[in-house]
């Protein structure tokens, strides 16, 4: 076997490998993004709650959750609107911002192809839908004031609101610049980008966008890299609010005292009118 053959099956017996993974991960990053399998049920519905429903323009029907106030309202009518983490049932999102924020009208949607919303998730899908949930929402509530909150990749689909007509504010909880960006870092060994599919681009939606924006970070996030949420921050053209919940990891930090606080004081933060 000459010198040359040696080398090619060398390159060859190296590279298999990594190119089986590669392959596999290309056809399997939807699963991998929206894990719709793993999103747990939700129990009955909250005493006054109400299911809301929006139609796609292909047709596809999204389920939401309107939850009002049981706290008095002080000053003008807020709504919620949130777009959860991958896994994470709207109902539980809806409750949850609910419980962080009494006062104020909660509402959130299950993403395509989460049950009972019908199709099939994308980042395409999630940033199509924002609008038309976002207008659902607004017709329901009527509200003097609009702040979207999204979680985690939900953080990517609610800056995607910022420049909509009556969004008064955004609030980021552990937010990315770029999902592409953060697919390559954390697989820094396999050439993500010519295979990626569902690009979620923040940094774009945020830069001169003029509603104001909070961030929530996770001092110890380990599924969206710090480096990912450094690279965001001088992007945002109205950063208001900017804070990092010590110690915390990417999940852990919602059952965490001074994450719900902050958020709390986020909301206040843009909601300028």
């Known amino acids: 076997m000459g010198a040359a053959r040696r080398l090619l099956v060398l390159l060859f017996a190296v590279l298999l490998p990594s190119l089986a993974v590669l392959l596999l991960m290309a056809s399997m990053q939807t699963d991998l ?35 009002p106030p049981t706290a008095q309202e002080a000053g003008p009518k807020t709504l919620i609107l949130g777009f959860g983490g991958n896994a994470w049932n709207a109902q539980h999102v809806a409750e949850y911002l609910h ?77 990315f610049d770029s999902l592409k960006a953060v697919a390559a870092e954390l697989y820094p060994w396999l050439p993500i980008g010519p295979f990626f599919r569902h690009e979620i681009d923040t940094a774009a939606f945020l830069r001169d966008a003029q509603a104001p924006v909070a961030i929530i970070a996770a001092e110890r996030d380990e599924i969206i890299p710090t480096s990912r949420t450094e690279a965001l921050r001088p992007q945002v053209s109205n950063l208001l609010l900017d804070r990092t919940i010590e110690g915390a990891g990417h999940n852990d930090i919602y059952g965490r005292g001074d994450f719900q606080q902050a958020l709390r004081e986020a909301v206040v933060a843009v909601a300028v009118k």
């Not at 993004?33 to 596809?60: D, I, N, S």
């Not at 607004?138 to 969004?167: K, Y």
Request: charged share 15%; no cysteine; net charge negative.
């Open 33 to 67: 993004l929206f894990p719709t399998h793993a999103v747990p049920a939700a129990g009955p519905l909250p005493p006054a709650a109400e299911r809301l429903q929006v139609t796609t323009k292909g047709g596809e029907t999204l389920h939401g959750v309107y939850l």
């Open 99 to 175: 419980d962080a924020l009494p006062e104020a009208h909660v509402v959130a949607f299950h993403y395509r192809g989460y049950r009972p919303s019908t199709g099939s998730p994308s980042a395409e899908a999630l940033l199509e839908d924002a609008p038309l949930v976002l207008r659902a929402a607004s017709d329901r509530v009527q509200p003097d004031r609009i702040v979207v909150v999204g979680f985690s990749i939900g953080s990517g689909v609610a800056a995607s609101l910022a420049r909509q007509p009556g969004v008064d504010g955004v609030v980021l909880v552990t937010p």
